[in-house]
């Protein structure tokens, strides 16, 4: 089960709501519910907003960012009409001063989905919202047009986390997930070789 999907049930419950009675108030259908309580489909961002606005929590915290219902004040009274905002996708890539293609990799999505962002085409997943958000230190409430206060979560104002950093965490996610599915013993020197150049190759660095 995901982060997303646990809170939105643990809600749910706290609200002493069945699936279905969610899915009415909201206007989703009912399997889209359970498939997301049990991590089995992501949240698109109108619906995003839609379990934020019902539950009178922040997005940051449906996605597992903060353990603080809500901190960020919508600039918007339309209850689950606020979109994902490409424009500040756009605004944030150029502070950091990075190229389409540098912000694709960061997220692992290509050059074509960071412009179809930026230009409003299409929207990100879940996981690839909280990336972006990661990337420039700002809420995903930012993000999805719910407030015009930047900050993140747990931000204290002083900027973008270090860009090497960021990689590095990359790689480290990268490595727990083929540990955790494949079932390799990174204490192995011999796999611990082997995933060195699948990561060379992968994230495109240098030794």
């Known amino acids: 089960m995901s982060v997303v999907g646990d809170r939105i049930k643990n809600l749910r419950e706290l609200a002493g709501l069945t699936q279905l009675d969610l899915a009415n108030r909201i206007g989703i259908n009912n399997s889209v519910l359970s498939r997301i309580e049990a991590g089995k489909r992501s949240v698109e961002d109108h619906e995003m907003n839609k379990f934020a606005d019902f539950f009178d929590v922040d997005t940051d915290y449906l996605l597992g960012r903060t353990i603080t219902k809500k901190k960020n004040q919508s600039t918007e009274n339309n209850q689950g009409e606020n979109v994902f905002r490409g424009d ?51 809420s995903t409430d930012y993000l999805l047009g719910r407030t015009d206060n930047p900050n993140s979560p747990d931000s204290d104002g002083s900027g973008s986390p270090d860009i090497k950093d960021i990689k590095i965490q990359r790689k480290m996610e990268f490595f727990k997930k083929l540990e955790n599915d494949l079932g390799l013993d990174l204490s192995d020197p011999e796999v611990q070789k082997k995933l060195k150049r699948a990561a060379k190759i992968i994230f495109s660095e240098e030794d």
Do not use: C, M
């Open 88 to 138: 500040r996708v756009a605004l944030w890539r150029k502070k950091r001063n990075l190229t389409q293609e540098e912000l694709g990799k960061l997220v692992n999505v290509t050059k074509v989905s960071i412009s179809g962002y930026e230009s409003g085409n299409r929207s990100p997943d879940t996981e690839t919202l909280q990336k972006l958000a990661e990337v420039f230190n700002v």
